[in-house]
């Protein structure tokens, strides 16, 4: 069984700074990427920013130049540095890693619980 569990959400003011952090733990074999996505009130969840095990990344126009996406791959825990925050950046985060548990198996999409980021304005 695989868990994936995030801290670091909270209140912050406009232009403020926020890091999330995600560790994956379980039986694990190997992991293909680890990303961020997001889900805003009333709207649907979007990608934020995603790293693979190749070392490349990607991320939304939205969030280019204002935030980092990082992983530590020896602690399997992606993270995501939040710099100059809007209050259209309010939503829910999520989680996401793409692995599989065993040589025989295919890769899966696993979730964290997501956690809650505010920025009042």
């Known amino acids: 069984q695989v868990h994936l569990v995030e801290s670091g959400g909270g209140l912050v003011q406009a232009g403020g700074s926020l890091r999330l952090s995600c560790a994956a733990s379980?039986?694990?074999?190997?992991?293909?990427?680890m990303g961020w996505y997001r889900q805003p009130p009333g709207k649907r969840r979007e990608l934020v920013a995603v790293?693979?095990?190749?070392?490349?990344?990607n991320s939304a126009d939205s969030v280019k130049g204002r935030f980092t996406i990082s992983r530590d791959n020896a602690k399997n825990t992606v993270y995501l540095e939040m710099n100059s925050l809007k209050p259209e950046d309010t939503a829910v985060y999520y989680c996401?890693?793409?692995?599989?548990?065993?040589?025989?198996?295919?890769?899966?999409?696993?979730w964290g619980q997501g956690t809650q980021v505010t920025v009042s304005s």
């Open positions: 790293t693979y095990s190749s070392g490349s990344t």
């Open positions: 996401n890693a793409v692995l599989r548990l065993n040589s025989g198996s295919v890769y899966s999409n696993y």
């Open positions: 379980g039986s694990i074999f190997s992991i293909n990427s």
